[in-house]
């Protein structure tokens, strides 16, 4: 693993094995990361999110097999597939286009899949595991990002794509107002029995404020939040309407955005069209990667700009992490 961070705002970002207690996967000792520090420069950094490169059908060996001379012959394979026609017609399976598939999945084979990776059942695949570690470091990081500016008491956040509350729970510990919701029903489900499971108080303590959880997405969320954070699910956009994703979440916070995405980069693209020549359970949704200069440019262009970044990687999970502020 490696961390890329601004210069300019330097940010240490947590690698040990330790994770917040409301929410500690069980990883196992074989899973270790390292870091390393640098400056950004012109070569654009890495960034990602949850289910890029997933490639569970492919062994180490495969991958590893990719490089050299063989990239145009991969190039020449992938030439070949068409995963636009397979997504084209699972739009038109559920009457719809890439938010109703999104929408589908999450609520379905989809959300038992990411209930598994985000929870803490030994019933995972090494990727999957690999995945829990990435995700868990993302959150990890986001509080860390929050806490080093002080006490969360009382500070209203809304987690847009919250999932099965792996963040709104820690926040809430913290003693944060959360507002968290999800495209999926399911998940919103699960992350509200999460919460009461583990945010009740104990040994005569206050219990902190349970979150308000909701089934909406990106486009319909309101309000006003000190702060608004949106993990690995920017993914789900093209650019074009990303920007307006990123636009709309900034309109809704008062101090403070944070952002995961998928990169795009050579690298992690041609990872993500090799995965595609294996369609599968985790390939249903269409994934989208952003360079870091788009995204920076379409919080510009609302009057926000990035003061701290980084770079969480696994083998199978990169995320590009942004804090942007009111410029």
Known sequence: MSYSVSLSSPIHFHTNSRFFSTFPPKLPNKLKTT????TVAAIPPLSTATSVTDLSVLDSTTVALIGGGSVAALAAVLSFTDPERR????????????????RNYFNNSGFQRWKKIYGETDDVNKVQLDIRLGHSKTVENVMKMLTDDGSLNGVTVCDAGCGTGCLS???AKEGAVVSASDISAAMVAEAEKQAKELLTAGNGDIAPVM???????LESLDGKYDTVVCLDVLIHYPQNKADGMIAHLASLAENRLILSFAP?????????????????PSKATRAYLHAEADVERALNKVGWKIRKRGL???????????EAVPA
């Open 87 to 102: 997504r084209r017609l699972q739009a038109e399976e559920v009457g719809g286009g890439d938010k109703e598939v999104v």
């Open 312 to 322: 969480i990687t696994t083998q199978f999970y990169f995320a590009r992490l942004v």
């Open 35 to 38: 870091v390393t520090t640098t």
């Open 169 to 171: 729970i820690p926040l």
């Open 211 to 217: 979150p308000k959880f909701e089934v909406k997405d």
């Open 264 to 280: 795009k980069t050579f690298y992690y693209d041609l990872l993500k069209r090799i995965g595609e020549l294996f369609p599968g």
